[in-house]
């Protein structure tokens, strides 16, 4: 049914405003990776995807409209128009553009959505096919990858395509938005109308973009207020239902405070985000068991004795840095960056990279009796689309800012350019030089013009001990230092003031839910490890560890560790291992 009420005003293009933002993140603008296994990620990721043929990401829209196309589609998931990726790979490739300009992205980027443009039809519609299984969704990452390259890129036929295929959307998409349940857990009862409560972000983003007020209009209507309300209230329902999508429509809810200010988003996402910390999530910081979320009393416990389909990873992980920085930038809270670098770490970071032929990692499995790191068995399915996003946020979840200083979220060889103000002497770089967690020695260098004075916090995570140090030209800096809060010195710096901080990285058992305190994780720092080549720690080893999950693991139990256990992020592909123990009686 056409909503009749909602008018177009002129596009406008508007400088996203800082709103309710106490934090900002540098968007992809300025920060630069380091050599490190972050680095080569991303550089593989931006050569696949910047190596996928034009007339093969087009070719379904050319032949629906009639545009004679070339070559031969991608085939997989995207030839089949299942959850097609091609918002989600226009949008991902206007972020890798951003951070990285030296690469050829930028113009892949302004010739896709050209050539797209063409397959539009005149009433807007839009699709790879005339066949797709999720209306609602596609529409969803079409926005936000039309977002990215109006945001990033400046692409100005972005925005009039988006208003485009809006007008179709309001016109035409199924209005019934049912819930999800047990039974259905992607929620909707029409055709390709699954995951409808995800839509609001990327409107919301378009309205703040453009000024044009058919977008938040349009975002009210796609408000998920009976699964958002569980959490305002503290009486969340979520048993069963599909979990990367009812953790991406959290973010939702946080642009919704981003626009409104309605203290009641800020208080869903909150809750949810300590909901899903205290009953959801593994050690890696996945979660969704099957795609699912879990009974809150014991189901994630249970879930490893066979559920080898452990973590949606790409799509999970992109889900999670999403929610993370929204929060960080709402409250300016650090302890919000702890599920960041687990992700980081754990989730995208230890995936398989995605490979030319469409090969993707998906599920990550952390069965009790032994895991293995496997592709999909079909070419270019959703997490193929996350992956590139994800991959591309390491430029936007390392550094944070606010009026006044820097803050620095995440340990990992990189430099950021900050500009304090819009003169030639107020740009600061911060260089970082690290091998965490490995020894928990990070390294800054500064470099600015002059003399300058300002605060620069440290993110200390809520694992670490009492041990932390910090040091400025190697003396100790008198500065407060609490795990799970910002560390924040003020003073005068100048440029090749030194900061040298050390985070001992915690060797510790991390217990899957409170319901099953024996069957645990080795953990040190953020990274998971597991015992490589499918064998666990002997039964002796085992009972040694009885009665120390949380705590730091004795010395004697380290070096046993040390011996026959890896990061989970260094596992390639087939090889064996175990993540879960349980301890005996």
């Known amino acids: ?141 079409m926005m936000g990858g039309l977002n990215d390259a109006y945001e990033y890129l400046g692409n100005e036929q972005a925005p009039v395509l988006a208003s ?67 959490y305002i209230e503290g009486r969340p329902a979520v048993d069963g239902l599909h979990a990367y999508s009812h953790v991406n429509t959290l973010s939702s809810a946080a642009m919704a405070y981003g626009v409104t200010g309605d203290a009641k988003y800020l208080r869903c996402i909150v809750n949810a985000y300590d909901f899903l910390q205290d009953t959801q999530c593994f050690a890696t910081g996945g979660y969704g068991p099957g795609e699912r979320l879990e009974d809150p009393g014991g189901g994630l416990g249970e879930a490893l004795e066979d559920q080898m389909r452990t973590f949606e990873t790409p799509c999970g992980s992109w889900a999670g840095f999403k929610l993370s920085k929204y929060l960080m930038e709402f409250t300016g809270e650090s302890r919000y960056g702890d599920w960041i670098e687990r992700l980081m770490y754990n989730g995208i970071g230890a995936a398989l990279p995605v490979r030319s032929n469409g090969d993707t990692f998906y599920y990550a499995d952390y069965r009790k009796s032994g895991g293995l790191k496997f592709y999909h068995w079909k070419q270019w399915p959703c997490c193929s689309g996350t992956y590139p996003q994800a991959v591309a946020d390491y430029h936007d979840i390392i550094y944070f800012h606010d009026n006044e200083g820097l803050f620095v979220n995440l340990y990992l060889p990189s430099q950021v350019t900050w500009r304090r103000d819009d003169t030639p002497d107020g740009i600061v770089r911060l260089r970082q030089e690290t091998n965490y967690p490995d020894d928990g020695v990070v390294s800054f260098t500064l470099e600015i013009a002059h003399g300058a004075s300002f605060p620069l916090s440290f993110r200390i995570p809520a694992w670490a001990g009492n041990d932390v140090s910090i040091k400025v030209n190697g003396v100790d800096a008198d500065v407060a230092v609490v795990p799970g809060a910002w560390a924040t010195i003020r003073r005068g710096w100048s440029s090749g003031d030194r900061i040298q901080l050390l985070i001992p990285p915690r060797l510790r058992l991390a217990p899957i839910d409170h319901q099953h305190p024996d069957r645990v994780a080795v953990v040190q720092g953020p990274a998971v490890l597991v015992a490589s080549g499918g064998r666990g720690p002997s039964r002796q080893l085992l009972t040694q560890w009885r009665g120390t999950p949380g705590s730091t693991l004795p010395p004697s139990a380290v070096n046993a560790i040390h011996r026959q256990f890896v990061r989970f992020q260094a596992i390639d592909a087939g090889l064996p291992y175990l993540m879960y123990f349980d301890l005996p009686a």
């Not at 998409?173 to 049912?178: A, E, G, K, N, P």
């Open 1 to 141: 049914m056409p909503i009749t009420e909602i008018k177009a005003v002129p596009m406008a293009k508007t400088v996203r405003p800082a709103g309710h933002r106490r934090l900002r993140t540098f968007n992809y603008d300025g920060v630069r990776l380091l050599p490190g296994p972050f680095q080569r990620q991303f550089a593989e990721a931006e050569r696949v995807y910047e190596g996928l043929a034009d007339d093969a990401l087009l070719y379904g829209f050319r032949q629906r409209a009639g545009l004679s196309p070339s070559g031969e589609s991608l085939g997989g998931w995207y030839g089949n128009d299942i959850f097609n990726a091609f918002g989600q790979f226009v949008g991902g490739m206007a972020r890798m553009a951003k951070a990285d300009p030296e690469s050829g992205l930028r113009a892949k980027v302004d010739r896709l959505i050209g050539e797209w443009g063409k397959a539009i039809g005149q009433d807007g519609y839009f699709f790879y096919s005339r066949k797709p299984n999720a209306y609602h969704y596609f529409y969803e990452k």
């Open 164 to 230: 485009r295929i809006t007008d179709w959307a309001i016109t035409h998409l199924d209005r019934r938005r049912t819930p999800a349940s047990s039974r259905n857990p992607v929620g909707g009862d029409g055709i390709g109308d699954n995951e409808w409560y995800t839509l609001a972000e990327n409107l919301y983003r378009a309205y703040e973009l453009t000024g044009d007020a058919k977008y938040a209009a349009f975002a009210r209507t796609w408000h998920y207020d009976s699964y958002w309300d569980g």
